[in-house]
C-alpha cells in the first residue's frame, strides 16, 4: 500500500482532479435524492472520501455516495420523518442509525469479516444492482419530466401513472435531461480525456442559464452543520426506536461492504493490485462515522470515480486525498 510516490505524482494529481469532477455532480445529486439535501452529498464526498482513502486498504478508490446506498438511505430517511414529523425531529435518529453504521463496518474490519466477500454469488449481486438501478431510474420520472406536485412518490405508484408524467411534463426539463445523458454518452466518441460527465454538468447547465429556461433548479447551496432538536433525543431510548435503529445500520453496513469491496475487485483488475478487504472495510467504516456525524449519510466505494482516477493515471492513495481536496475547495 503506496501513500504517495513522487515518481508518480503528476498522474496521482490528474487522477485526483478527474475523480473530484466525476464525484462532484454525483455527490449533489445523491445528496438531493437522499432527503438531506446537496450539501448533505457533499459532506459525505468530501469526509468519507477523505478517511476512507487514508484509513483503507485500496489505493484507487475513490469513497461518496453511490446509487445504491442513496436508495436505501433515503428510504429510511422518508421513514423516520413521517415518524418523527419533522426532518429536525428525525436527525438525532438518523445520526445515530448512520454513526452505527460505521461502527459495525469498523468492527467487520477488525473481526476479518472482508475476505468472506467472495461467498456471494455474482447472481445475487446483479440482480441486486439491476434491482436497485431500476429504482434509481423510475424515481427520477418526476425530475425528467419536471412534474413535481404528482403526489406518486412510490416506484410502483410512478409506473401505474406514468401518463400522468406525460401529459403534465414541462418539455424543457425533458429536453435538459436528454440533452445531458446524450452528451454524457456520445462526448467519449470525441475524447476520453476530459470525463463526459463534466462537459454535460457545465454545457447543459450554461446553456440553461443563458436561454432562462423554465427548470427547476437546486437552488443556494450553503455549508452549514446539521442541526437537530435536543428535546427529541429521548426518542433514541425507546425500544422500538432502538430496533430500528440497529436493523438500518446493519443493513447499510452489510451494503455498503459489499459495494465498497466489489469496486475494489475493480480496481485492482485495473491495476493489477490485490486490496486489502479487511482494512478497507475499517476505512470505510471510519469515514461513515465521521461522515454521519457531521450531517453525511453513509457511502461506500463508488466504481464510476475509481475508474475515473485509474484511467487518469491515478495509482497511489494521494489521489484519494487530491479528489476530497478539491470538492472542498470547489
Known sequence: MAFFQKENFRQDLFGGLSAGIVTLPVALAYGLASGLGPIAGMYTAIILGLIAVIFGGTDTQISSPVGAMTVVVALIIATEVTIAGSIDAALPVLIVMFALTGLIQMLMGLFKVGANIRYVPYTVVSGFMSGIGIIIMVMQVKDVFGVYDSGFNSVPSILMHFDYFILNANWFSVLVALATVGIIYLFPLITKRIPSSLIALIAVTSAVYFLKLDVQHLGEVE???????????????????????????????????????????????????????????????LGNFVAGIFGGFPGGGAVACTVANIQSGGRNKISGVISSLFLLVT
Open 223 to 285: 455549508i452549514h452543520f446539521s442541526h437537530f432538536e435536543m428535546s427529541y433525543l429521548n426518542q433514541i431510548f425507546q425500544s422500538e426506536v432502538i430496533f430500528r435503529i440497529l436493523v438500518a445500520a446493519f443493513s447499510l453496513a452489510i451494503l455498503s461492504s459489499i459495494n465498497t469491496l466489489l469496486s475494489s475487485v475493480a480496481a485492482d483488475k485495473m491495476t493489477q493490485t490485490v486490496h486489502d478487504s479487511n482494512k478497507e472495510l475499517f476505512g470505510q467504516g
